[in-house]
């Protein structure tokens, strides 16, 4: 009866634990010009997958905004995220739906992505 506990328990452990270490990297060319939408529906992401924001710090951003009402509006404030730097890294920290864009060309060029 232990040995059939045993293997049942390291079964479920197998099945499970490559779900949990299998998130993906993405690169993200997060410039204008981009199709974002294509990036989005070429691909299926799950939660821990991460995604590496690559782009000119000077004249891009990234925010992340609070849902879809504010995405179409091209809303920076409030939001999840706001970043700087030229190279973010963001997981997706559960599954739902993810709303970026460039606070600079949201509006402008229509440089934002759902996912």
């Not at 821990?48 to 905004?65: E, K, M, W």
Request: proline share 3%.
């Amino acid at each position: 009866m232990a040995v059939a506990r045993y293997s049942a328990l390291s079964l479920l452990a197998f099945l499970v634990s490559p779900i949990m270490v299998m998130a993906t990297s993405y690169e993200v060319d997060w410039s204008v010009g981009v199709d974002f939408t294509a990036f989005a529906t070429q691909n299926h992401f799950y939660a821990g997958d991460v995604l590496n924001f690559h782009y000119d710090r000077v004249h891009i951003n990234v925010v992340i905004a609070t849902n879809g009402d504010e995405f179409d509006q091209c809303e920076m404030e409030p939001n999840l995220g706001y970043y700087q730097s030229g190279n973010e890294a963001f997981t997706l920290p559960e599954a739902g739906y993810y709303y970026f864009m460039c606070g600079y060309h949201c509006k402008s060029d229509g440089m934002r992505m759902t996912l």
